[in-house]
């Protein structure tokens, strides 16, 4: 979806969630996103029709959120997804998506350099 949205709009999403032209990166030095799809275990507060992470847990390691940088939403079919960038306190940054279907999470990226 990201390369679809730099092909169309000329725009890239930074791991902090800074949009900024895809004319500002050099690809051989900009990091990049690996795609995950994994299902994790979170633990989010639904208050005040918003919904905020708190902590994860994927691949038996346990991540305290320190910052949700992003937060979009994507249709799936009658259903919406809630994609939420965010940094750990270790300073890596992950998306995590919500299914509002089946209230479900997975990790679906992982930035790496």
Do not use: C
Not at 25 to 53: H, S, W
Not at 99 to 105: A, K, L, P
């Amino acid at each position: 979806m990201a390369v679809v949205q730099e092909r169309l709009f000329g725009v890239r999403l930074t791991p902090t969630g800074e949009i900024r032209s895809s004319a500002d990166f050099d690809e051989r030095d900009a990091p990049m996103y690996q795609e995950i799809n994994d299902p994790v275990d979170v633990l989010a507060l639904f208050e005040d029709g918003t919904i905020k992470p708190q902590r994860f847990r994927w691949k038996g390691h346990v991540h305290k959120v320190e910052q949700v940088t992003g937060r979009w939403k994507t249709d799936k079919g009658a259903f919406r997804l809630r994609h939420f960038a965010l940094m750990d306190e270790e300073a890596n940054f992950f998306q995590l998506a919500y299914d509002e279907r089946t209230s479900g999470w997975r990790l679906t990226r992982v930035w790496v350099e």
